[in-house]
């Protein structure tokens, strides 16, 4: 069975600063994929960035980037220029490639972003 | 395009007691997965149905049940809730059309309080 582990669970950032959120993951599978999430306090859990394992260039979206080393099995997302809306509670999602739809989430990250 | 909906979005129920949570997922898309939320256990996958069918299953009691009509919309029911029932529930859908880019949205999930 695949593993998602979150080692961090708070992290702080100062308004502007960069951070980056870890995530490693346990999978004998070739073909997957991995996510994160964000869970703004009462809100919504919104996609957002995705990887594809067979892909090697890591995916980027504005100021979101993740770090995608394979071998290793991590997955950590950076987020550049922080801003107060971006705290939320981060979590890491493994999903096996075909029609396989399951997600299997890590514990989260609560990120704080302090003005 | 409409979100992901979940009804209701709040729910208080007794030991003992059943409960039916529904999902009508973004138009066009014809998977839907369930997810249960809680502090200690985090997100856990519970099931995913596409074209009416249960595709997969999480390692959930029997007590735990879905389906998905025709027009995508799913149900969930829980029978002789328990404490530990005490949770967010969380809706997911997704276009499965095998592609890609596949990606599942969330919706707002439904809180259940069981007494």
């Known amino acids: 069975a695949q593993t998602v582990t979150q080692s961090q669970p708070e992290m702080s950032v100062q308004e502007a600063e960069t951070v980056t959120l870890s995530c490693t993951y346990d999978t004998s599978e070739s073909d997957y994929y991995l996510f994160w999430y964000k869970q703004p306090p009462s809100r919504q859990m919104i996609l957002v960035i995705r990887?594809?394992?067979?892909?090697?260039q890591n995916a980027t979206e504005n100021r979101f980037s993740v770090n995608f080393q394979k071998a290793a099995k991590s997955f950590s997302l950076k987020i550049s220029d922080s801003q107060l809306g971006d705290a939320a509670m981060y979590f890491c999602a493994y999903r096996s490639g075909g029609s396989n739809y399951k997600l299997t989430f890590g514990k989260g990250t609560l990120l704080t972003v302090n003005p | 395009k409409a979100g992901v909906t979940q009804t209701p979005r709040y729910l208080i129920k007794t030991r003992g007691q059943q409960v039916t949570l529904s999902c009508s997922p973004i138009s066009g898309h014809r998977s839907v997965s369930w997810y249960q939320q809680t502090p200690g256990q985090g997100l856990q996958f519970l099931f995913e149905?596409?074209?009416?069918?249960?595709?997969n299953k999480g390692n959930f009691p029997g007590r735990f049940s879905g389906r998905q009509f025709s027009n995508s919309r799913s149900e969930m029911n829980v029978s002789t809730l328990e404490l530990g029932d005490s949770a967010l529930y969380l809706c997911?859908?997704?276009?499965?059309?095998?592609?890609?880019?596949?990606?599942?949205?969330f919706g707002p999930g439904t809180r259940l309080l069981v007494l």
């Open positions: 149905y596409f074209s009416e069918t249960q595709r």
């Open positions: 997911a859908s997704s276009q499965a059309s095998g592609g890609a880019e596949e990606t599942q949205y």
């Open positions: 990887q594809e394992a067979y892909k090697q």
